[in-house]
Antibody, heavy 121, light 107 residues
Framework: EVQLVESGGGLVQPGRSLKLSCLAS????????MNWIRQAPGKGLEWVAS????????YYADTVKGRFTISRDNAKNTLYLQMTSLRSEDTALYYC??????????????WGQGVMVTVSS | DIQMTQSPASLSASLGETISIECRAS??????LAWYQQKSGKSPQLLIY???RLQDGVPSRFSGSGSGTQYSLKISGMQPEDEGDYFC?????????FGSGTKLEIK
C-alpha cells in the first residue's frame, strides 16, 4: 500500500524557516517524481514544487521560487521541502504527492495526509 | 499559466441522480486532465486521469470525458459516499493548475 507521511509543520514567525519531510513507503520511491502541493485555509489547491526521480529536474511555483528548496534522499525514501523567508501567505496545509506514471501527462496519483504550516507573529 | 475554470461551485443532488461537473481550460490541454475527490478532512483521491481513464479501485459510476479545452466529470447515480469536494487538474503545461473546486452535497 502506497503511504506518504508528512511531518515538520508548525507555527513559525514571518521571515523564519521550516523544513518539511515526507516519508514514503509501499513503492519504489526512487522510481517516481514527487511534488509538494499546498492548500491555504478555505482556498483551492496550489502546486508548489516538483522533483524528478533522480533529482535531475526541479521546478517551482513563481510564488515560492528563491525561497523554497525541494530535495529528496532516495536511500531514506524521503522528500523534503526547505522553506525560508516565510510569509503569512505561505500559511497552508502542505501535501506531498507522487507523480502518476500511467501516461505521459502530469498528474498526482497518491497524496499524503498533509501537514499544517502557520506563519504568524 | 493555464487557467482552469470549474463549474458549478456547488451542487446538491438526490440519491441516484446523475450529475456533471465541468472544467474549461484557457488553452488546449490535449486531454491532460485529472479529476479528484476530497472528503472533509481527508487528502485528495484520484478518480480520473488522461481525461477519461478510471483510476484503479474507483467505482464505475464515475466517468470523465472531453477534449481540447472542455472536460467533464459525470457521476451516474449519486451515492451518499460521493459527498465531498471535486476538482480538476491540468497537467499539459507547467505549472500544473487546479480548478477552483465543486462542493457536492446530498439533497
Amino acid at each position: 500500500e502506497v503511504q506518504l507521511v508528512e511531518s515538520g509543520g508548525g507555527l513559525v514567525q514571518p521571515g523564519r524557516s521550516l523544513k518539511l519531510s515526507c516519508l514514503a513507503s509501499g513503492f519504489t520511491f526512487s522510481n517516481y517524481g514527487m511534488n509538494w502541493i499546498r492548500q491555504a485555509p478555505g482556498k483551492g489547491l496550489e502546486w508548489v514544487a516538483s522533483i524528478s526521480s533522480s533529482s535531475s529536474y526541479i521546478y517551482y511555483a513563481d510564488t515560492v521560487k528563491g525561497r523554497f528548496t525541494i530535495s529528496r534522499d532516495n536511500a531514506k525514501n524521503t522528500l523534503y521541502l526547505q522553506m525560508t523567508s516565510l510569509r503569512s501567505e505561505d500559511t497552508a496545509l502542505y501535501y506531498c504527492a507522487r507523480r502518476g506514471s500511467s501516461y505521459r501527462g502530469y498528474y498526482f496519483d497518491y497524496w499524503g495526509q498533509g501537514v499544517m504550516v502557520t506563519v504568524s507573529s | 499559466d493555464i487557467q482552469m475554470t470549474q463549474s458549478p461551485a456547488s451542487l446538491s443532488a438526490s440519491l441516484g441522480e446523475t450529475i456533471s461537473i465541468e472544467c474549461r481550460a484557457s488553452e488546449d490541454i490535449y486531454s491532460n486532465l485529472a479529476w479528484y475527490q476530497q472528503k472533509s478532512g481527508k487528502s485528495p483521491q484520484l478518480l480520473i486521469y488522461a481525461a477519461n481513464r478510471l483510476q484503479d479501485g474507483v467505482p464505475s459510476r464515475f466517468s470523465g470525458s472531453g477534449s481540447g479545452t472542455q472536460y467533464s466529470l459525470k457521476i451516474s447515480g449519486m451515492q451518499p459516499e460521493d459527498e465531498g469536494d471535486y476538482f480538476c487538474l491540468q497537467g499539459s503545461k507547467f505549472p500544473p493548475t487546479f480548478g477552483s473546486g465543486t462542493k457536492l452535497e446530498i439533497k
